[in-house]
């Protein structure tokens, strides 16, 4: 998965989360935003995520 971020003040805002950086870059395609940037998920952070309990919304 790849998040596309944009710097908001003192943290990223998230804008959009892909399944991976190809449709990342085909929405930012579309949706362009000046400040914004890609960053991939870990897959340190997914496993957390379920090893925490945590889900998306």
Known sequence: MVRVLQELGDSPELLYLAKDREAAERWLAINS?????????????????GIEGRTAA
């Open 33 to 49: 935003y000046s400040r914004a940037y890609l960053e991939e998920v870990s897959a340190d952070e997914v496993g957390a995520d």
